[in-house]
T-cell receptor, first 113, second 114 residues
Framework: QQQVKQSPQSLIVQKGGISIINCAYE??????FPWYQQFPGKGPALLIA?????SEKKEGRFTISFNKSAKQFSLHIMDSQPGDSATYFC????????????FGTGTRLTVIP | DGGITQSPKYLFRKEGQNVTLSCEQN?????MYWYRQDPGQGLRLIYY???????QKGDIAEGYSVSREKKESFPLTVTSAQKNPTAFYLC?????????????FGPGTRLTVT
């Protein structure tokens, strides 16, 4: 079963708007929550990541909000730009030495001018 | 330049043939991973390796095989036993240093089997 559930599957936002992508998990052993950005035909690249001991992390226009009690985390993209159009994946790391990541199913974001 | 290289970018094979996908990294990472990406299904782990000469099955290992004879290299063989081999394959690596969790991805290989 899907260990990390991601929504929406696709998202269309006007330039300058806020894009919000949500993820939920069940496994309380997860201890690291990254977001990856992937452009067509390329490999994913780390965008931003958070540990469960903080509720928010901001890097430029990208913010992760983390709700430990609800087991949810979300990515907010402020002032969305056409260059942000890509597929975004949330992920979670199990708290084992293996460093494996469990990925959400992805959100295809389209920012229209 | 440090990074992960995968070759070839596109690969075409006939059904029933085995095919090997290359993955090389010069990041001095101990751990390496293979993922399969299909539309709408995210990334699914095929195999991973934490150290040389050791590897473990991921969620969808059936029909695949790997080897890890060198730290820098982690080739994936898609065998004829894999029922739906057409997909985008991604290789990744990560450090095993404490607190270092990021996985770095290669550019991927798109395999088409007809």
């Amino acid at each position: 079963q899907q260990q990390v559930k991601q929504s929406p599957q696709s998202l269309i936002v006007q330039k300058g708007g806020i894009s919000i992508i949500n993820c939920a998990y069940e496994n309380t052993a997860f201890d690291y929550f990254p977001w990856y950005q992937q452009f067509p035909g390329k490999g994913p690249a780390l965008l931003i990541a958070i540990r469960p001991d903080v509720s928010e992390k901001k890097e430029g226009r990208f913010t992760i909000s983390f709700n430990k009690s609800a087991k949810q985390f979300s990515l907010h993209i402020m002032d969305s730009q056409p260059g942000d159009s890509a597929t975004y994946f949330c992920a979670a790391r199990s708290g084992s030495w293996a460093n494996n990541l469990f990925f959400g199913t992805g959100t295809r974001l389209t920012v229209i001018p | 330049d440090g990074g992960i290289t995968q070759s070839p970018k596109y690969l075409f094979r006939k059904e029933g043939q085995n095919v090997t996908l290359s993955c090389e990294q010069n990041l001095n990472h101990d751990a390496m991973y293979w993922y399969r990406q299909d539309p709408g299904q995210g990334l699914r782990l095929i195999y991973y390796s934490q150290i040389v000469n050791d590897f473990q099955k991921g969620d969808i290992a059936e029909g695949y095989s790997v080897s890890r004879e060198k730290k820098e290299s982690f080739p994936l063989t898609v065998t004829s036993a894999q029922k739906n081999p057409t997909a985008f394959y991604l290789c990744a690596s990560s450090s095993r240093q404490a607190g270092s969790y990021e996985q770095y991805f290669g550019p991927g290989t798109r395999l088409t089997v007809t």
